[in-house]
């Protein structure tokens, strides 16, 4: 027995411990998001039977209908203050749901098995560029995975701690989701951008030999196809790819004609111009993104003559707009097209992504517009797409949309 001076300082030391423990615990709650307000602000996000989620407002199927009342009123809805300020989700919301990863798969439905054999025995490689807006990232990466796919993702090395740490809390919790090995600084229009690709294409090639199939993603893009609608379509190439290849535009050929150098963040260039390119290679116009068979990628990785116009176009002015567009006529790539003009292929006939380019855009009706106007708003010239893009949208035969 204490005695009765010692048992009450005792007491006053063993309530003090419960003081502090509770002060702990509450701070605790705050930095990871377990207070009671906390998990019942974002309740939204976990799908249930009587999901009563901010996007239930709006009748999806009749925007999806084209019925111009419909998505004027979701317009409205998503410029709405009240509405901006719900649907913006915290990294440290995921870097907390993922702590248990069973019940974080469970209440945001990702697919846990293959949906049909078909899908099962064609599995595909995904690449996904992302340097900012996490909940963006997980949506994307929700609404293309299965577990059959390989998917590697590259976080901008300058992109925020708690973007890294929430992206890389999500990967953790799916054996066919991993980080890049190499992550690097990614500037606009610069070479980082292909490097981050190349990174991806290295690890995803050494880490699975039965994957058929690589798209590579940023943190703007969407599926318009399910799994099983792209493996259809990529069954229909019969061992080709799909991407944008053709004839460099005069207004664009100074990118490859002169040199480029990252000066204060951005791509300039510095009065020298580059020399031939290797081999003799025509240069062909294109863009970032590409759908393309494994064999193509191990020419990227391997081929000499590849390997020469990689160094070649690295102090080039945006070299994701030509680079893929050039392997993919060259002779002996396969699943690969003559250097031909005839062979041309543009963004609107391959399948890889649906840009909207401000400068084709055109009234209802036009017949010199390449596509109808933006129902969202431009930024550099490209579509972010609004709710009245909907209808339009998944009429085309593109897999994946931007932005």
Request: charged share 20%; glycine share 6%.
């Amino acid at each position: 027995m204490f005695p009765k001076r010692g048992w009450q300082l005792w007491l006053l030391h063993f309530i003090a411990v419960l003081g502090l423990l509770w002060i702990l615990s509450q701070l605790s709650q705050l930095k990871t998001g377990k207070s009671a307000a906390y998990v019942l602000r974002y309740q939204w996000l976990q799908y249930t039977d009587d999901d009563e989620s901010p996007e239930k407002v709006c009748n999806c199927s009749a925007i999806l209908r084209g019925e111009k009342e419909e998505f004027q009123k979701a317009k409205l809805l998503t410029i709405s203050k009240n509405f901006q300020k719900i649907i913006q989700i915290p990294d440290e919301y995921y870097i907390n749901a993922t702590k248990d990863c069973r019940k974080f798969k469970i209440t945001r439905k990702y697919i846990t098995f293959p949906l049909s054999k078909e899908e099962e025995d064609f599995p595909l490689a995904y690449s996904m560029v992302v340097h900012h807006k996490v909940q963006n990232f997980e949506r994307l990466l929700r609404a293309i995975y299965t577990p059959q796919n390989i998917y590697c993702v590259h976080v901008d090395k300058k992109a925020p701690a708690s973007v890294f740490i929430a992206i890389n809390a999500i990967t953790s919790c799916f054996p066919n989701v991993f980080m890049v090995r190499q992550p690097v600084d990614v500037v606009y229009a610069g070479w980082t951008r292909v490097q981050a690709d190349l990174n991806c294409m290295a690890d995803l090639y050494n880490t699975s030999t039965n994957w058929k199939y690589f798209i590579n993603l940023c943190g703007q893009d969407f599926p318009l196809k399910t799994n099983l609608e792209i493996v259809q379509a990529l069954h229909s190439l019969k061992g080709g790819n799909s991407l944008e290849s053709e004839e460099m535009p005069q207004g664009k050929k100074k990118r490859v004609m002169n040199v480029y150098q990252v000066i204060d963040g951005k791509m300039q260039p510095v009065g020298k111009t580059k020399d031939p390119t290797p081999f003799n290679l025509p240069i062909l116009s294109g863009n970032a993104y590409i759908v393309v068979n494994r064999g193509y990628i191990h020419s990227v990785l391997e081929d000499k003559r590849i390997q020469a116009l990689i160094e070649w176009a690295k102090d080039t002015y945006s070299p994701d707009e030509f680079l893929w567009a050039t392997i993919q006529r060259m002779p002996g790539v396969p699943g690969s097209t003559w250097p031909n003009r005839k062979f041309d292929i543009t963004d609107i006939n391959a399948i890889a992504r649906m840009v909207k380019w401000q400068g084709h855009e055109g009234s209802e009706g036009s017949l010199q517009a390449v596509y109808p106007e933006c129902k969202g708003h431009h930024v550099r010239s490209i579509c972010v797409y609004g709710a009245g893009d909907l209808q339009w949208l998944i009429e085309q035969h593109h897999l994946f949309a931007n932005k």
